[in-house]
């Protein structure tokens, strides 16, 4: 991610996950894909009432006394100890008992393919659950530019080699986490005559993708949007 996971379709048989933190950091550079974590799994019922919103788990105050290599045990998983990732996920997990980081990339994952898939099929109420206003204004913009060509576009996935957290911000209760995609996508735009306007409906690609996911800690929502994405080049 995401950006964008893009952004998050087939909602019937997706399992959805709960999100519950996430840094978000607008970068400037948003892009309708070609564009979050607890792993509560959900049946298709509860997924359908829930709007198709990934959220985290419900936050329990637990770990008081313990010592930090216990608290932080799972985030020093995810990345060494003393590195400012790591400072700005244990802030994360300071905030949110229930952080768990290698849970969050598991949420990540599904929510980047959902988004993909619904940016694709122009499924416009899954997107608004999922990205923040300013995001969903721009996916928006480019499915309505689609069908007013008459055009179509036919994405599908083949994996996703790479879900990595590669930044994390705490500031002012508001958490970020920019999660960087690797994924393998068939993906092609075609016009009213079915004939390809970009991309190929038989080739398989590599996609690298940068998306921030965010939250206000101080909401009772626990539901984590996409509020930035980006190619990524390296």
């Known amino acids: 991610m995401s950006f964008g ?9 997706i399992v959805l996950f ?3 933190n996430v840094l978000g950091r607008r970068t400037g550079n948003e892009r309708p894909p070609f564009d979050p974590y607890s792993r509560t799994e959900r049946t298709q019922e509860e997924a359908a009432s ?11 105050e637990e770990g008081e006394g313990l010592p930090a290599r216990v608290v932080y045990e799972k985030v020093d998983k995810i990345a060494v100890p003393g590195s400012p990732l790591n400072s700005e996920l244990r802030k994360l997990r300071d905030n949110d008992s229930e952080f768990d ?20 099929d122009g499924d416009r109420r899954l997107l608004k659950n999922l990205l923040s ?23 599908s996935f083949v ?3 790479e879900a990595k957290i590669v930044a994390a911000e705490v500031k002012d209760r ?28 038989e080739a398989v690609v590599e996609v690298r993708d940068v998306w921030v996911f965010a939250r206000d800690l101080r909401s ?4 984590w949007k996409l509020v930035g994405t980006e190619s990524d080049e390296s």
């Not at 996971?5 to 048989?13: D, E, G, K, R, W």
């Not at 980081?101 to 694709?120: C, D, H, K, L, Q």
């Not at 206003?133 to 994405?155: H, L, T």
């Not at 009772?220 to 539901?223: A, F, G, I, L, T």
């Open 133 to 155: 206003p300013e995001v969903y204004a721009d996916f928006e913009a480019a499915i309505a530019d689609r069908e007013a060509k008459g055009q179509k576009m036919n994405s």
């Open 50 to 60: 829930n709007g198709n919103v990934v959220t985290l788990p419900q936050r329990r």
């Open 101 to 120: 980081p290698t849970s969050f990339i598991e949420g990540a994952r599904i929510a980047y393919e959902m988004i993909v898939n619904g940016f694709a």
């Open 18 to 20: 709960q999100l519950r």
């Open 174 to 201: 508001e958490a970020q986490i920019t999660v960087r995609f690797v994924s393998q996508l068939i993906s092609a735009t075609l016009g009213p005559e079915g004939e390809v306007i970009d991309g190929d409906p």
């Open 159 to 161: 994996g996703i080699d």
């Open 5 to 13: 996971t893009i952004f998050f379709i087939v909602l019937a048989a």
């Open 220 to 223: 009772r929502d626990p539901n």
